[in-house]
């Protein structure tokens, strides 16, 4: 999954159910619309998969989301969303949620 351009990915359960959340409260869900995207070689999904596999014994797979879905993606959150509905700062593009809420600390983006 790599040809030097961002492979965006959902990561899916062996019951079929979609990872979502943050970082600090993550949790599975059967709304694909809520599922967490994933860059596959930034955020090292491979290596997150195959960890959970060795550590749990569960199995989970990256899905590779269709470069041509019409969706931009919250650089904060990660949430998906309609590109008319993306604000962009000008250095991100941000959910409605993301875009209203204060902006996070250096402590809390570690």
Not at 72 to 85: N, S, V, W
Request: some cysteine; proline content about 4%.
């Amino acid at each position: 999954m790599s040809d030097g351009v961002p492979v965006k990915v959902l990561i899916v359960n062996d019951d079929g159910q979609y990872l979502a959340g943050t970082a600090t409260e993550w949790e599975f869900t059967d709304d694909r619309t809520r599922a967490k995207v994933f860059d596959y070689l930034g955020d090292r999904v491979a290596e997150q998969i195959d960890l959970v596999r060795r550590a749990h014994g569960r199995v989970w797979i990256a899905v590779k989301l269709d470069p041509l879905e019409v969706y931009e993606f919250c650089d904060r959150c990660g949430c998906r969303m309609r590109a008319f509905r993306a604000y962009y700062d000008g250095q991100q593009f941000l959910c409605a949620d993301c875009k209203n809420a204060p902006p996070a600390t250096a402590e809390e983006e570690k």
